[in-house]
């Protein structure tokens, strides 16, 4: 009998669309992958030779579950240089990603019945974390009016005795939002942990990425080398805790994760203390991919806003072609072999909503816009139809 915690959890949508189109391409169909948020750049050359050499010296054993030490001080000091905050190497836990990260600190922190309030939409697995230590997520609506930032006076108002923790993303996955400082201060102000997701630091434009850590100490920072230095297959991340809390998640990673890859993580210290040059073309290329999506998706009829100023996604208001965001991305995969995600992955606030990702080249992203100008042409005009 499978238990009600797995039976009952949702899927991740983006991963079941991610897998058909698969499944279309081994049957010969031209997919174009604007589904997934997965880097399209090679690793930094000097990050993988670190790999290499870390192979080549005998790195291949368990290290300690907290995480090798020349790592932890590199990720200290990289807080210390950008952001001006002191961290002691002692406070950082490396992790398999940032996802056992989150199922790490929200361990810590939540009892069955506990609250956390959290933007809607929000990263689709979100609320399944919670959920899954039988705690309760509290949404908090965001509209794409204002660019989807998080209003601080919401955010109180959704607090009750049972609220431990606030959960927020900037940059955001799926709407592209920076928190400005003056936000992130005032929900620092309101007194339940933060925890604060940065996985996307770096991949901005036009716009500033702050730290949590910057405006509270009663935070946790989840972070990780996938997006910023497309390392995804590395599985390499790592959380800033209190430090009272980091003996007891240590024990936790000991029992259910043991310690992060050995190789990875010495590639994570090449990437944090050497210079990589592919990386501020890797951060223009986005950017132009970001200008040229959200202009074409604005001729084709979809509503945008605000341009996202983060990360590499923008999500589009599509409800003039159907207010089944499932439904519609669903029959655009099917029909034009484009691959969207449905905005009803990350939320009911995202519902209507398609999240297209521009982690893929520029001329692929102009073929799949002229694939769905051809499909949704003749719809174009009519407000809530659907296809």
């Not at 986005?286 to 605000?306: A, N, P, S």
Request: with cysteine; charged share 20%; glycine share 6%.
């Amino acid at each position: 009998m499978i238990s009600s915690r797995l039976r009952d959890i949702p899927p991740f949508i983006v991963m079941d669309v991610l897998a058909r189109a698969e499944e279309l391409e081994r049957q010969g169909k031209p997919v174009i992958h604007l589904e997934v948020g997965q880097p399209d750049f090679p690793v930094p050359q000097k990050i993988q030779d670190a790999a290499t050499q870390a192979v080549a010296r005998g790195e291949t054993r368990y290290t300690p579950s907290l995480g090798i030490l020349p790592l932890r001080e590199a990720i200290a000091d990289h807080y210390a240089k950008k952001y001006g905050v002191q961290i002691s190497p002692q406070q950082v836990v490396v992790t398999s990603g940032t996802s056992p990260g989150l199922l790490l600190v929200l361990s810590s922190l939540l009892d069955p019945g506990d609250e956390v309030v959290l933007a809607d939409p929000a990263y689709a697995c979100y609320p399944n974390y919670v959920t899954y230590l039988g705690a309760i997520p509290v949404r908090v609506p965001v509209q794409s009016e204002n660019g989807f930032i998080l209003d601080p006076q919401d955010v109180r108002r959704a607090i009750t005795p049972r609220t431990k923790a606030i959960l927020i993303n900037s940059p955001a996955n799926p709407t592209g939002a920076v928190l400005p400082s003056e936000v992130l201060r005032e929900l620092a102000s309101l007194g339940p942990t933060l925890v604060s997701d940065e996985i996307y630091h770096g991949l901005v434009y036009g716009a500033e990425d702050h730290t949590v850590i910057e405006f509270t100490q009663n935070a946790f920072v989840l972070n990780g080398f996938s997006k910023y230095y497309a390392m995804t297959g590395y599985r390499l991340g790592f959380l800033i805790a209190p430090t009272e809390f980091v003996r007891p998640i240590e024990k936790a990673q000991q029992n259910f994760f043991i310690c992060a890859s050995s190789i990875a993580q010495w590639a994570g210290v090449a990437a944090l203390r050497e210079n990589h040059p592919e990386i501020p073309q890797m951060l223009r290329t986005y950017d132009e991919r970001r200008r040229h999506l959200v202009r074409r998706l604005r001729e084709l009829g979809f509503i945008i806003h605000v341009e996202p100023r983060g990360a590499f996604y923008v999500l589009a208001d599509a409800r003039r072609f159907d207010v089944n965001s499932y439904r519609l991305a669903q029959r655009l995969l099917e029909d034009t072999f484009v691959a969207v995600t449905p905005g009803i992955d990350f939320g009911p606030g995202a519902e209507g909503f398609l999240r297209f990702s521009y982690a893929t080249a520029l001329d692929k992203i102009d073929i799949a816009m002229q694939r769905l100008a051809d499909y949704l042409g003749d719809v174009s005009g009519s407000s809530g139809s659907s296809l």
